[in-house]
């Protein structure tokens, strides 16, 4: 996927990526959550669990945020952002205000849902979180038995209740889930209920890795996973 381009080459398409959304409302769920309605002509946007829409955060870079809300018919969207301001894309969707203007993409990417498994398992961090969101109506409405593990810093440990998710258990990102052992030793591998489980596991590249291989020795369960964020690159 690109998160950048050339400035010549953004010239080229300005027209193409100039802003189709405006902000009209923008609330912090923690300092480091931040929650933003977007209104534009979504008409052209087809949603689906796991897509991810780009977001032009400069004028040569763009990042992937995921949708957790969308209505249509009115043209609304919600994405939730973790502002870890380390990056550009963070530091410039911490500054944005109601009434600002930016461009989004059409959602894309991999279909990481399999309706047809009854139990569902979706592992992330902050970044997952919009995820969880767009999924969880799709998991009621189906009958689904679900749960979201996330691991999560301290201050956003109760993002999750606020934005009305259930089946949540959060974990600290203290020496957790990079620890092949700690992992082996989750209370969801102690029954068989969850071994032929569908496990979702997206958010630190990491983190994935390491529940990944656990995972892959522990259940028959289907796995499908995506890194969302990598310790020291940029624009995954
Ligand atoms: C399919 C997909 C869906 C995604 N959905 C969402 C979403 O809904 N909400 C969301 O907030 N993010 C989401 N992300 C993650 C987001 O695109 C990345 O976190 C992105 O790197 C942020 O860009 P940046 O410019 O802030 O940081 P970058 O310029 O990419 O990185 C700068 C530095 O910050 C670090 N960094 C990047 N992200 C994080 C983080 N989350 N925590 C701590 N350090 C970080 C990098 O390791 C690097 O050292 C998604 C990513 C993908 C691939």
Not at 5 to 12: A, D
Not at 56 to 67: A, G, L, P
Request: glycine letters at 6%.
């Amino acid at each position: 996927m690109i998160s950048s381009i050339p400035k010549w080459v953004g010239n080229l398409f300005e027209d193409t990526l100039r802003p189709n959304v405006k902000i009209i409302a923008s609330s912090y769920l923690s300092p480091q959550m931040k929650l933003i309605r977007f209104q534009g002509d979504i008409s052209n946007m087809s949603f689906r669990i796991g897509y991810a829409n780009v977001i032009r955060v400069s004028e040569t870079e763009f990042r992937n945020y995921t949708v957790a809300y969308y209505d249509s018919k009115n043209g609304v969207l919600d994405i939730i952002f973790h502002i870890h301001r380390k990056g550009v894309g963070s530091l410039y969707i911490d500054s944005l205000d109601v009434n600002d203007e930016l461009y989004i993409s059409p959602p894309r990417g991999k279909k990481l849902f399999s309706p047809d498994i009854k139990q569902q398992v979706f592992f992330g961090d902050e970044t997952s979180i919009g995820l969880a969101c767009s999924a969880l109506p799709t998991l009621k409405r189906n009958k689904h038995q679900y749960r979201f593990l996330f691991e999560l810093e301290d201050e956003n440990r109760n993002v999750p209740l606020l934005l009305g998710l259930e089946n949540v258990t959060v974990f600290s990102k203290k020496d957790t889930f990079r620890n092949d052992k700690w992992v082996s030793d989750l209370s969801i591998f102690k029954t068989g209920d969850w071994k032929d489980a569908s496990f979702v596991l997206t958010g630190n590249v990491k983190s994935v890795q390491t529940f990944r291989k656990v995972l892959k020795d522990k259940t028959t369960g289907k796995i499908r996973a995506q890194g969302y964020w990598l310790e020291g690159k940029k624009g995954l």
